[in-house]
């Protein structure tokens, strides 16, 4: 099979996650991956050798795009059943034969893609990427696996909707985008409880196709023999139907909150979302060191106002959701019930303090330095590296991202960060949710609306 090769990676023996030093690399700069391919299939394979220790970590994206509401239930049901055999062998000879090799692999699917991690033994890598390409080409999807899983996914759906996080992510998708493609991105229980296997064979030939996937391998391997593995156990796995692949969200405007009502709640939970940039946008890394300042670290405005001075919130903070196409920037923060009016009212001041006294060049620096820094510590592990490479992979950025990541940062013009702030921290840009017992919102109510002010 033709392989092409995506970046200008080469094999490079003896490097580790966290050995950037050693390998004459600039301090808290992470080395680039040995290999970045295209499989004639569009499998790509992204491989970093990391001899830390003799194991290897596995990761799997294979990302899709919900056709219609609550499927995301389904691929969440076919991601539970994917490890409990194949059309070869129950679900206990696949355990045994993951056992007997020092493996362990784990399924999950979300609102975009389908995800396989796990590790093995460096010597039995081979084999047990041959089992993995057995699963996801060839699941097990007979009744006595399918029904059992379908009725516990229900169960667990169900209760999540009780949740306030749950119940704060659920509204602020339908804020954001409204019901339709709010609905596409929700699991459902009744959907997932009337599954059967003919529906997750459909499933599975629509969806967990090579087009499109990527496969990270990090550890204690030699490159150019993980690639022919790679090659010659996947080389058959289908490349799947074409344009199954997630719609980047559309834009969404700012506007008042909405209260989604707990009744006796004595605590309120506070989303808020705006637009932001994509991670291949060239302005994020601007936009990135702002939200550092204003709440995406400890040492950030709102942490040191809400937290420090007020005492109103225990959890807050700010970061960038990224999802392939788009990113949104997100506010949150939990707070007493009797703390919710003036923990809103910080909020909205800190956001307003960004454009009226926008960070200065020392907490820009500060934040440099802390992006720089949490970033290699973040992935200074083998699984953290691994897992890290294929959620960027993901969104659309390149595998030298995190190579880059720090020069790139550190060459953030301070005007940039000073329009970043400028740019996406208007209150008037935000939209949110607050779930809270009514008493709790009462004076932001808007006469006899869900509306709240902000």
């Not at 719609?247 to 932001?276: C, K, T």
């Not at 949490?374 to 595998?399: D, F, K």
């Amino acid at each position: 099979m033709n392989r092409r090769r995506i970046h200008g990676s080469r094999p490079r023996a003896g490097r580790t996650a966290a050995s950037g030093a050693d390998a004459g690399l600039a301090p808290g700069r992470l080395p680039l991956p040995d290999v970045d391919i295209m499989l004639d299939n569009g499998l790509r394979v992204v491989v970093c050798s990391a001899p830390a220790v003799p194991l290897v970590e596995i990761r799997l994206a294979v990302p899709y795009a919900a056709a219609g509401p609550g499927e995301v239930a389904l691929c969440q049901l076919l991601a539970r059943i994917l490890l409990q055999g194949t059309a070869h062998r129950d679900a206990a000879g696949y355990d045994a034969a993951l056992a007997g090799h020092g493996a362990t692999l784990n399924a999950g699917a979300d609102s975009h893609k389908l995800t396989v991690a796990g590790h093995t033994m460096a010597g039995s890598l081979p084999a047990v990427l041959a089992l993995l390409a057995e699963t996801v080409r060839r699941p097990r999807l007979t009744r006595d696996v399918v029904i059992p899983e379908r009725e516990r996914l229900a169960r667990r759906i169900r209760l999540a909707t009780h949740q306030p996080a749950a119940l704060a992510q659920h509204a602020l998708l339908r804020r954001r985008y409204g019901e339709e493609l709010a609905a596409r991105r929700q699991p459902t229980p009744e959907l997932a409880a009337a599954c059967t296997p003919d529906d997750l064979a459909e499933l599975h030939t629509r969806h967990l196709g090579a087009r499109g996937a990527v496969l990270v391998l990090v550890g204690d391997l030699t490159p150019r023999q993980a690639v022919a593995t790679v090659t010659d156990v996947f080389g058959a796995w289908e490349a799947g139907p074409e344009g199954d692949v997630p719609e980047a969200p559309p834009w969404f405007a700012g506007g008042p909150l909405r209260q989604v009502d707990r009744p006796g709640a004595v605590q309120s939970v506070i989303r808020l979302a705006a637009p932001a940039l994509p991670r291949t946008d060239p302005g994020y890394p601007a936009l990135h060191l702002a939200q550092l300042v204003f709440g995406g670290c400890f040492a950030s405005r709102l942490v040191a106002r809400l937290r420090e001075e007020k005492g109103y919130a225990y959890q807050l903070g700010s970061g960038v959701e990224s999802v392939p196409g788009a990113s949104t920037l997100m506010v949150e923060a939990d707070t007493a019930a009797e703390h919710t009016v003036p923990a809103l009212a910080v909020i909205r001041e800190e956001l307003e303090r960004m454009t009226a006294e926008p960070p200065s060049v020392r907490e820009a620096d500060a934040a440099r330095s802390y992006a720089v820094g949490s970033t290699a510590t973040a992935m200074s592990s083998p699984g953290a590296l691994a897992s890290g490479l294929a959620n960027l992979l993901h969104v659309g950025v390149g595998s030298d991202w995190l190579h880059n990541w720090g020069p790139v940062i550190e060459g953030v013009p301070y005007d940039a960060v000073v329009e970043a702030a400028h740019r996406f921290f208007r209150p008037a840009g935000f939209t949110g949710v607050i779930v809270a017992d009514e008493a709790a919102v009462a004076p932001l109510r808007r006469g006899t609306t869900d509306e709240l002010d902000f």
